[in-house]
């Protein structure tokens, strides 16, 4: 770590020790850092990123570590680079993400604040209403910046992963023709509707948000990020967490400030929405990149019948009804 002074501490592969490919990676990012030129820098991996190779850095003379995130092969094919650091540019301004201190357009790479004394949320912390409610306040701080470069609803994502998933020849399970005959159902009565449209984050992994004992959640990754509906924002989150009836509603009366049950009905359809385009994206993921120690086709097999799944509540055609 980096002393009070500013002196490197012996901890990371020095600069100009690189052995392994991946090393030589986080080396030519680095030379690519003008302000950093001539300085000695210590780095060590970060694990738990799914698509991203993430690194500590210590650099000499500065009094706090940095964060580097190199991206992942393949996730060039979902991901707009320069409209992921606009919005993290403006979360960053908001006080809910760290700092940049790098962006590099042309390969994505991002160098931001290391938050000292954070941690990555955990799948278990995700069940904790006090979590909830501090992402809530996180989205709802995010929604109101102005519009982002891109407008992509969860619609044009679903149709963007399905054409990429033909161009790639990949077999959809058999029950495809039936959950597309639903999505399209769901689709139609949602743009009939009219769509709620505005900044969002789109992916709440836990890892995606940072805290600290008696200190505010931090957002980051905003690579999945694009103007896009509102209810998708919430309903993403309760659907990959598993909140149950009850806690869903709760999620809905904090999120907008009432609740109504035609906003839980827009957020259980925006729910299947969601693993019917995260199971299509785990498909075609794991067709672009088999370094992952993971079954993705698995995965999204799974989302793809779990979002089916959801067609058979009694409530369903109520639901598409009522939004």
Known sequence: MTTLSGELNAVGVLRGGARTATERAVES???????WAGRAIRYQPVHGGLQNENWRLDVEGEQSPYFLKI????SE?????DNAHHAAAQASALGISPKIAHFDSSTGIEIIEFLEDYRACTNGDMKRPEIAGEIIRLYRAFHGIDPLPCTKTIF?????HHDQAVELGIRLPRFWPQLELEYRT??????????D?????????PGNFLIAEGKPMRLIDFE?????ERAYELAVMTTEFFYDDVRTAECVEEFYGTYTPELFARVQVCGFLADVKWGLWAIVYAQLNDGWDYDYHKYGVWKLRRALSRTSDQRWGSWIGSI
């Open 186 to 195: 769901a689709r139609d009565a949602l743009l009939a509707g009219g769509i």
């Open 224 to 228: 999945f990020s694009s103007n896009n």
């Open 77 to 81: 094919a979902f991901i707009d680079r």
């Open 71 to 74: 991206p992942g092969a393949g």
């Open 156 to 160: 044009d994502m679903i149709a963007e």
């Open 197 to 205: 449209l505005v900044p969002c984050h789109n992916d709440p992994m």
């Open 29 to 35: 990012a680095l030379d690519a850092v003008a302000q």
